[in-house]
């Protein structure tokens, strides 16, 4: 069973960097049929999708914050990684890591990480 | 881009049933997915395109794609279904996931 969990600081300063790491558990990074993606959520309101990436590193990001977002597999160390440039109070929230399946009818978010909280205040 | 519209509450009786929608431009077309979203807690997966119950779902969640309204229906509801209930598509033009804004079922 496929397991997820998100690591990285619960505090961020404005301007500064959000570092998040998700490690895979239960099975490899690099198995088919799925890519690997981060939705946020601030307190109280719904899910945002943020981007996503595949193992051979190619991704996607949500128009709103491109220009501010990396994302990146480490395939050796079977985690992939977000990186979100010049924060500011907007960008708190939960953040999820989650593998989402693909299919020619649609993809699913069928598993999810549990969260990490994250804040950016000084 | 596209949008998905549900609405923000939905209230019901123990033991009778909630019917939860979500809609969009031709919905009816695209597959339809529900999350279950308990306080402090990640979402989890309770309806793939649009019928399909993911493994340890009860059979008490269902789900229905027409025209331009997919329906996500909790029958014989029990307390412990109390959550945000979230639709999500895949939206091709773009390549990449739409979310409804989610709505809060409350079982009285």
């Known amino acids: 069973q496929v397991q997820l969990q998100e690591s990285g600081p619960g505090l961020v300063k404005p301007s500064q960097t959000l570092s998040l790491t998700c490690a895979v558990s239960?099975?490899?990074?690099?198995?088919?049929?799925?890519?690997w993606s981060w939705v946020r959520q601030p307190t109280g309101k719904g899910l945002e999708w943020i981007g996503r990436?595949?193992?051979?590193?190619?991704?996607k990001y949500n128009p709103s914050l491109k220009g501010r977002l990396f994302m990146s597999v480490d395939t050796s160390k079977n985690h992939f990684s977000l990186q979100l440039h010049s924060v500011t109070a907007a960008d708190t929230a939960v953040y999820f890591c989650?593998?989402?399946?693909?299919?020619?009818?649609?993809?699913?978010?069928?598993?999810w990480g549990q969260g990490i909280q994250v804040t950016v205040s000084s | 881009s596209y949008a998905l519209t549900q609405p923000s509450a939905v209230s019901v009786a123990p033991g009778q049933t909630a019917s939860i929608t979500c809609g969009g431009n031709?919905?009816?077309?695209?597959?339809v997915h529900w999350y279950q979203q308990k306080p402090g807690q990640a979402p989890v997966l309770v309806i793939n395109?649009?019928?399909g119950r993911p493994s340890g779902i009860p059979e008490r969640f269902s789900g229905s794609n027409s025209g331009i309204t997919a329906t996500l229906t909790i029958s014989r509801v029990e307390a412990g279904d109390e959550a945000d209930y979230y639709c999500?598509?895949?939206?091709?033009?773009?390549?990449?996931?739409?979310f409804g804004g989610g709505t809060k079922l409350t079982v009285l």
């Open positions: 989650a593998r989402v399946s693909l299919n020619y009818q649609g993809n699913t978010f069928d598993i």
């Open positions: 239960g099975g490899s990074i690099t198995s088919g049929g799925s890519f």
């Open positions: 990436v595949y193992t051979s590193g190619n991704t």
């Open positions: 031709n919905v009816g077309s695209k597959s």
């Open positions: 395109f649009n019928i």
């Open positions: 999500q598509v895949w939206d091709n033009t773009s390549d990449h996931p739409v």
